[in-house]
């Protein structure tokens, strides 16, 4: 009974910035890690950042460290990923997930519940 719908993905610059919005409906998520990964053709999907039930843990893949920051909001039942200093390479469809509430963050199996996917595109 969970819903994560994903918005915020368009179409930018090299070195612009896009902030990603992830809203719950159904159950609620505040009791449970969040996590963003993001797929490119070709590609499998990759682990991209997660954040704790409380927000107060995160962590990030290496390609993004720096650049990207990922925050909840429980009362809006919403998750966000900030995105800075944008490159092609970060080109894919970004979705959003709820952690089943065990110990790895990094495994995309560890997550019960998935979003339909924002696009992402950066232009060179």
């Known amino acids: 009974q969970v819903q994560l719908v994903e918005s915020g993905g368009g179409l930018v610059q090299a070195g612009g910035s896009l902030r990603l919005s992830c809203a719950a409906s159904g159950r609620t998520f505040s009791s449970y890690p969040m996590g963003w990964f993001r797929q490119a053709p070709g590609k499998e999907r990759e682990f991209v ?74 232009s060179s």
């Open 49 to 122: 950042a997660a954040i704790s039930w409380s927000g107060g843990f995160t962590v990030y893949a290496d390609s993004v460290k720096g650049r990207f920051t990922i925050s909840r909001d429980n009362a809006k039942n919403t998750v966000y990923l900030q995105m800075n200093t944008l490159k092609p390479e970060d080109t894919a469809v970004y979705y959003c997930a709820r952690h089943r509430g065990g110990s790895s963050l990094y495994v995309g199996r560890e997550y019960e519940y998935w979003g339909q996917g924002t696009q992402v595109t950066v």
